[in-house]
Nanobody, 125 residues
Framework: QVQLVESGGGSVQAGGSLRLSCAASGGTFSSYSMGWFRQAPGKEREFVAAIRWSGGSTYYADSVKGRFTISRDNAKNTVYLQMNSLKPDDTAVYYC??????????????????WGQGTQVTVSS
C-alpha cells in the first residue's frame, strides 16, 4: 500500500510559479511511475504530466507543455511538478498518482493504482 501526500499548492497571480511536491510512503517508490492530474470545478479530472520510474521519460499534456516540468527524487521518495507561467485556466485541485506499470496509455487514470488527496492551486488574473 502506497500513501501519497501532496503539498505546495496555493494562490498565485497569472504569470507566477508554484512547485508541487508529492511525498510517497509505504512502498518501493523507485519502482513506480508517477503522474500528476488536475480537476477544475465542474470538469473531469485530466492528465497533466507523468514520469517513468527511472525518471528517464517524461510526458505532458499539450496544455502545460513548455510551462510545467515533472521530476522525481527517488532518494527522497518525492515527485515534483514545477509550474511556471501559470494561467487562470490552471486553477484546479492537483493530484499525484502512482502506477506500477505504465504503457503508452499513460494519460488514462486506470493506469494509476494509488492517489493522493490533492492540493488546491488557484491562479488569479
Amino acid at each position: 500500500q502506497v500513501q501519497l501526500v501532496e503539498s505546495g499548492g496555493g494562490s498565485v497571480q497569472a504569470g507566477g510559479s508554484l512547485r508541487l511536491s508529492c511525498a510517497a510512503s509505504g512502498g518501493t517508490f523507485s519502482s513506480y511511475s508517477m503522474g500528476w492530474f488536475r480537476q477544475a470545478p465542474g470538469k473531469e479530472r485530466e492528465f497533466v504530466a507523468a514520469i517513468r520510474w527511472s525518471g528517464g521519460s517524461t510526458y505532458y499534456a499539450d496544455s502545460v507543455k513548455g510551462r510545467f516540468t515533472i521530476s522525481r527524487d527517488n532518494a527522497k521518495n518525492t515527485v515534483y511538478l514545477q509550474m511556471n507561467s501559470l494561467k487562470p485556466d490552471d486553477t484546479a485541485v492537483y493530484y499525484c498518482a502512482a502506477a506500477q506499470f505504465l504503457n503508452s496509455d499513460y494519460p488514462r487514470q486506470y493506469n494509476y493504482r494509488y492517489w493522493g488527496q490533492g492540493t488546491q492551486v488557484t491562479v488569479s488574473s
